[in-house]
């Protein structure tokens, strides 16, 4: 698959509430790439000597008819509070897509989505494949509280939606892992982006249930393109690049 260095144009900078913002960037003359799933970019932060390297951010959904295609930003530090100020117009120079992506589901598979937080930025990408293929994914969402809850209506389009809040503002009250609807529930293949402590509690109740499950690592990363090795992860087969041979891991793969 081919990796583009472009200048993509920002056609809308939408806040979504305090912590997230939603970049809308269009391919202008020049056609978008195939991307997938569970693969990001590599963000250009103009404007600061702190922020000279790129920043991964997700592939959040791409629509290949408007040529455009959106990431879903968590304003963190610098960068990304950087790339919140960008206007109409704008340029964004980004290497992508980079890494690997989630396995598409044999048909009539039974799917769990599970996102937390900036998690849930590759999970939209993803249901909208999952849901084109003809697969209609059960999404459980875990997010601090009612006023962190982020794109959910987009998420009712695809499939049942279920919500945990660490407050109980909305939904279950407690982590994603705690959902009733998992009790009565067992799914053939899951897929999962959040924290860490998230990822590992899921990948847990997968292993009890005996399900499939993908988990997208967030690991610092530097280069993206397997040259700095500064996010090795350690698998069952070897120290692997998280940006090249992942980010997406099977969970079988790695010493959790
Ligand atoms: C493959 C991949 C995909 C990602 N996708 C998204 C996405 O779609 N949307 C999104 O908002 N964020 C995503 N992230 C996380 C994002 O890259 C970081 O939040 C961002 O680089 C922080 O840059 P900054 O300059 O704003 O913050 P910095 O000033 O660099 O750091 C601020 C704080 O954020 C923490 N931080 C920095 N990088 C990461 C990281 N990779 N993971 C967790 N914490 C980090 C730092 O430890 C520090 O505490 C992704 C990360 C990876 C590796
Ligand atoms: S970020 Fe440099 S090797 Fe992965």
């Given at each position: 698959?081919?990796?583009?260095?472009?200048?993509?144009?920002?056609?809308?900078?939408?806040?979504?509430?305090?912590?997230?913002?939603?970049?809308?960037?269009?391919?202008?003359?020049?056609?978008?790439?195939?991307?997938?799933?569970?693969?990001?970019?590599?963000?250009?932060?103009?404007?600061?000597?702190?922020?000279?390297?790129?920043?991964?951010?997700?592939?959040?959904?791409?629509?290949?008819?408007?040529?455009?295609?959106?990431?879903?930003?968590?304003?963190?530090?610098?960068?990304?509070?950087?790339?919140?100020?960008?206007?109409?117009?704008?340029?964004?120079?980004?290497?992508?897509?980079?890494?690997?992506?989630?396995?598409?589901?044999?048909?009539?598979?039974?799917?769990?989505?599970?996102?937390?937080?900036?998690?849930?930025a590759p999970l939209l990408f993803l249901a909208n494949t999952l849901k084109k293929n003809g697969h209609v994914p059960d999404i459980?969402?875990?997010?601090?509280?009612?006023?962190?809850?982020?794109?959910?209506e987009h998420y009712l389009k695809i499939g049942k939606v279920f919500v945990t809040t660490d407050d109980g503002s909305v939904g279950?009250?407690?982590?994603?892992?705690?959902?009733?609807?998992?009790?009565?529930?067992?799914?053939?293949?899951?897929?999962?982006?959040?924290?860490?402590?998230?990822?590992?509690?899921?990948?847990?109740?997968?292993?009890?249930?005996?399900?499939?499950?993908?988990?997208?690592?967030?690991?610092?990363?530097?280069?993206?393109?397997?040259?700095?090795?500064?996010?090795?992860?350690?698998?069952?087969?070897?120290?692997?690049?998280?940006?090249?041979?992942?980010?997406?891991?099977?969970?079988?793969?790695?010493?959790?």
């Open positions: 698959m081919s990796r583009l260095i472009a200048d993509l144009k920002v056609i809308r900078n939408k806040k979504l509430n305090n912590d997230f913002f939603l970049l809308e960037l269009s391919g202008g003359d020049h056609k978008l790439p195939e991307m997938k799933p569970g693969q990001f970019v590599q963000a250009k932060v103009e404007g600061s000597p702190e922020t000279f390297l790129r920043r991964p951010l997700s592939i959040h959904d791409v629509d290949y008819g408007a040529n455009t295609f959106m990431l879903l930003v968590q304003l963190a530090g610098k960068g990304t509070r950087q790339l919140s100020t960008l206007k109409n117009g704008d340029l964004l120079n980004l290497v992508f897509p980079l890494g690997n992506s989630f396995s598409m589901p044999a048909q009539g598979e039974k799917i769990l989505l599970v996102g937390g937080g900036c998690g849930i459980l969402l875990g997010f601090r509280n009612k006023d962190r809850i982020i794109e959910y279950e009250k407690g982590f994603v892992t705690n959902h009733s609807m998992l009790i009565n529930n067992s799914y053939r293949r899951i897929f999962c982006c959040g924290p860490e402590s998230m990822m590992r509690a899921v990948a847990a109740w997968a292993k009890e249930n005996d399900s499939i499950c993908e988990v997208s690592l967030e690991n610092l990363m530097a280069c993206g393109i397997g040259a700095c090795l500064c996010c090795v992860v350690d698998t069952v087969k070897g120290h692997q690049c998280s940006c090249i041979d992942g980010p997406v891991f099977n969970i079988k793969d790695l010493k959790w």
